[in-house]
């Protein structure tokens, strides 16, 4: 950390957290049309006809929620409006940004610097692990769980329990057409379980990059069915987007989960999240369902010669036939399976 703050006292303190600038999907000095971090787009057109929305950041609003000094969340801002917030004086802003939008966290910290030469400056997330991050500018570079990251800075000891952010939802709607095409991410709301994998995957940011770390935000499954309770009250449903790398893995948390849930019949949990083939198959189906699995994201990685991935079939992973029934199992019980990813850009994929 190259700098510190001064002897203000820590509840005076002023945290302004922001994720990258907009537009996104144009080309620019920091754009590509490639670079869309959309979670709704259904075809290359553009215009009403097009299904689109932008993500909001889910950490910037987690952070918030535990850290207790007052802090202004901006989602998707212009860099105009970026500026202007930075101008009204804030001791603490930090930047969250992933590996492709580094050219914009670039620029945001050279403009918080302009704006507000006083405040300290961070920079975040995913872009943490890119070679050059240091050439951003930053005065302090978080590559750790961010709450903690800043109550450390302030003085102040750990999350003694963390506290997902209520009501923060996953899209928000842009064009016209959202409603009429449904989709997984739509509708629902964030609920932070955990950063980073155990895995290790090669091609991996949040995992072979980390170390293997694994940093868990809710432990139990109590911790969880909590969370989602607080987190649901006054919506008309229960239904949430789950941010974990790999929710399948937990299985003691999960089966926990799955007990307290599956008693739910009047206001069930649906959710979506992001799950291995290997542990996803060692679960029964219907369990799943119970426990609110209404889509998943099924990772399905190479089994080529060469892969790091660990899921070969020759070292108890699965067979092709097997994921196929496995697909099919998921399908029978009512969970939706939302592809299965395919990485680019590595020979053996």
């Known amino acids: 950390m190259a700098r510190k703050l001064s002897n203000k006292p820590v509840r005076e303190v002023r945290v302004l957290l922001s994720q990258c600038f907009r537009p996104w999907g144009i080309d620019d000095e920091y754009n590509t049309t490639l670079?869309?971090?959309?979670?709704?787009?259904?075809?290359?057109?553009?215009?009403?006809?097009?299904?689109?929305?932008?993500?909001n950041e889910i950490a910037t609003h987690f952070i918030a929620n535990n850290i207790p000094v007052y802090t202004m969340v901006l989602d998707n801002p212009s860099l105009e409006e970026f500026r202007d917030e930075c101008a009204k004086g804030y001791d603490i802003i930090g930047v969250s940004s992933m590996t492709m939008t580094i050219k914009k966290a670039w620029?945001?910290?050279?403009?918080?610097?302009?704006?507000?030469?006083?405040?300290?400056?961070?920079?975040?997330?995913?872009?943490?692990?890119?070679?050059?991050?240091?050439?951003?500018?930053?005065?302090?570079?978080?590559?750790?769980?961010?709450a903690n990251f800043i109550r450390r800075f302030l003085g102040l000891p750990p999350v003694e329990r963390y506290r997902n952010p209520p009501r923060v939802s996953v899209v928000q709607q842009t064009t016209i057409m959202n409603d009429a095409i449904p989709s997984p991410l739509r509708g629902g709301y964030y609920i932070a379980l955990g950063l980073g994998c155990q895995r290790g995957c090669h091609f991996c940011a949040s995992s072979h990059y980390y170390g293997k770390r694994y940093v868990p935000l809710l432990k139990t499954g109590e911790e969880m069915y909590q969370a989602i309770i607080e987190s649901s009250e006054g919506l008309p449903e229960r239904r949430f987007s789950i941010f974990e790398d790999n929710f399948s893995f937990h299985k003691k948390r999960n089966y926990e989960l799955w007990e307290l849930a599956r008693d739910e019949d009047e206001k069930p949990f649906f959710f979506f999240s992001f799950n291995e083939i290997k542990s996803t198959s060692e679960y029964d189906p219907e369990m799943l369902a119970e426990m609110g699995c209404e889509v998943i994201f099924l990772g399905v990685e190479t089994q080529a010669p060469g892969s790091t991935y660990f899921n070969k079939s020759k070292l108890g992973g699965?067979?092709?036939n097997e994921i196929r029934r496995l697909f099919a199992r998921l399908h029978d019980a009512g969970i939706q399976t939302v592809a299965a990813s395919i990485i680019t850009g590595t020979e053996e994929h």
């Open 318 to 320: 699965l067979s092709r």
């Open 35 to 55: 670079l869309t971090y959309e979670g709704s787009n259904f075809s290359p057109f553009d215009g009403i006809w097009s299904p689109r929305g932008a993500c």
């Open 107 to 146: 620029k945001m910290i050279e403009t918080a610097k302009e704006a507000c030469p006083e405040a300290v400056t961070m920079v975040g997330g995913y872009v943490t692990i890119t070679p050059g991050i240091e050439e951003v500018g930053a005065d302090c570079i978080c590559r750790e769980e961010g």
